[in-house]
């Protein structure tokens, strides 16, 4: 029998280095790497059904960022036109943990790319965001992430909602960057959030009034709580249903993470 093209796909990207020209590691060395694979699991249960759903990895050509080279967003970009020959126009979800949820931003201005998940992502100041008009984008952070900054997250939605994104962050309490702690709640909301941004199922009310709040909004409307979006009754574990971000929290003006100089893992 013929196996179907697919309707649509969703590309996941791990994280890794401010700097790195070295491959990523082989294997469970490579744990950014490792870390996804749950998530990319999660997922494709979350999207199968008749209409097939491709869900890949993004590999890397360098573990690092690299400055203005920015390696990751050229792997993306690449992927992305691969995706593009294999089967046509589809819409994809970019699905992205810290460097490539930086990368999947970076990336989302592609023809084929029409929402992004970032986890804990990383969100300098001065990224772009004008190629983010007319995508769905949604942020995941917990408020106590020392490496990258839930504060330059929350700017981040205001500066691409104002250039026409729809945006929203979730914020995750007593989490961590690598998403261990609470680990279920991060990959509830994802298998929540990657089909209701295919047209798949329906996205969280409260993620969907974020979308559609004017690009001048305040950041605290676009802001919301896991307590808010997360309908397994794990409400009573968050300290009431504030989304707040703890600006005591901040590393390093939200460029840089506690112990992240160069080379640090991101």
Known sequence: MRQRPPSAAVLVLHGGYETGMAPPPPGIMNLPALRMLLFLRVVSRAVAGDAPVLVRRVHYTH?????TRQDPLHDTVRALDRLRSEAGDIPVVLLGHSMGARAALHAAGHPLVGAVVGLAPWCPPGDPVTQLAGRDVVLLHSTRDRVTSPLASQS?????????????LVTIPGSDHAMLRRASAWHHLTRTLVPGLLGLAPVPDRVDAAFGLPPGAPASDGTVSLAEVDTRGERGRDAGTRADVDPGRRTGGGTRGCGAGRGGRR
């Not at 981040?156 to 250039?163: G, H, L, W």
């Open 63 to 67: 573990r690092g960022w690299n400055g």
């Open 156 to 168: 981040f939605t205001v500066r691409a909602r104002r250039a026409g994104a729809r945006t929203c």
